[in-house]
């Protein structure tokens, strides 16, 4: 989306409300959030406000510029890069506007090449970080001209990701962006479109219809871990295969990615390990018979992608960094000839 003449990437729509000196950005269509789950322990109507990997890019002719943004419901943060190379991270307090000053290290321009960068070191990156719903309020160029990225100054390649709070990226901390996803998109020279919704990954044919009419060169499906002690398997059966068939006829080329459900979410402390592996398996099966059933379906499977559990983080589900780190290199060797 263009907007304020710069490229919101993953941001589907603005909202104004009332005592904002701003637009709330969201990641998904009205239409996708009114068909989301409500009810006890469906929790779509919040998480679908958190404005993880939504990401501002814009190139400004002065090396000097300032970005206002807010947090709305909650203390946020935003990672700042230039191009591939981290600048830094700024605190959003919540209920306010903060003005932060960009300024280009003068020796960015001095770097040598070093290989292939996904990003022009020219585009400026400010990505919301996890679970807060983000503010913008405006870019000032300091007198220069602001604009948004060319074609050739952002990666080629985009794969929309859809999942639940692992994909997402939970456990890495609030003001990490070593998610494995964002570490799996610059191993492969792509970008990642995170959709995923933490604790409410229920594909919901609202979410159905909306995934799968954005323009995408690659779909990564991680399905069933938030369903399995909430929906029986028959549920699953037809949500998933909604959203598996709606993918594949808009886009008949792309290849889907598909992962059976995470091991670890088996054997979660506090859970009945037996229902939920029993559940699992028939879940499993369910993709096992989509990437049969429909062409160009990619099928990974998860036991292997991070099996150490020291590489979790402190609730026993999320990975920590290092888990994060371990997931994209395996992925990545699941993906680099796929993609």
């Known amino acids: 989306m263009i907007y ?26 009205r239409k996708a959030v009114d068909g989301l789950d409500t009810g006890e322990d469906r929790r779509g109507a919040v998480t679908q406000a958190y404005g993880n990997e939504i990401e501002i890019r814009f190139v400004a002719e002065k090396d000097s510029v300032d970005i206002h943004l807010g947090a709305y419901d909650k203390d946020g943060y935003v990672s700042i890069s230039n191009g591939d190379y981290h600048n830094s991270v700024a605190y959003l307090p919540q209920d306010g506007i903060t003005r932060i000053r960009l300024e280009r290290h003068p020796r960015l321009r001095l770097l040598g090449d070093v290989g292939p960068e996904r990003f022009s070191r020219e585009v400026w990156r400010i990505t919301y970080l996890k679970r807060f719903t983000p503010v913008f309020a405006g870019i000032d160029g300091m007198g220069g001209s602001i604009r948004p990225p060319s074609p050739d100054e952002i990666p080629s390649k985009t794969m929309l990701a859809y999942g639940s709070s692992i994909t997402f990226g939970a456990g890495t901390g609030p003001m990490s962006v070593l998610t494995h996803m964002q570490i799996l998109a610059q191993k492969l020279g792509i970008q990642v479109m995170n959709k995923s919704m933490p604790g409410s990954c229920f594909c919901e044919f609202s979410l159905g219809d909306y995934l799968s009419g954005i323009p995408a060169d690659y779909y990564f499906y991680e399905l069933g871990g938030n369903m399995r002690l909430r929906y029986s398997p028959g549920v699953f059966a037809k949500r998933a295969e909604y959203l598996v068939s709606k993918t594949r006829e808009r886009n008949p080329g792309a290849p ?12 979660i402390p506090d859970e009945d390990h037996g229902k939920a592996a029993a559940v699992i398996g028939k879940y499993d099966e369910t993709l096992h018979m989509l990437s049969r059933k429909y062409k160009n379906i990619h099928m990974i499977d998860s036991a292997g992608i991070l099996s150490d559990p020291r590489m979790l983080s402190f609730d026993g589900l999320h990975p920590s960094g290092y888990g994060n780190i371990e997931m994209a290199a395996n992925l990545y060797e699941k993906l680099k000839n796929i993609i």
């Open 4 to 29: 304020n003449d710069a490229e919101f990437f993953n941001a589907e729509r603005v909202i104004e409300k009332e005592g904002i000196p701003g637009v709330i950005l969201n990641r998904y269509s």
């Open 256 to 267: 889907i990615i598909l992962l059976t459900v995470y091991p670890l979410l088996k054997s």
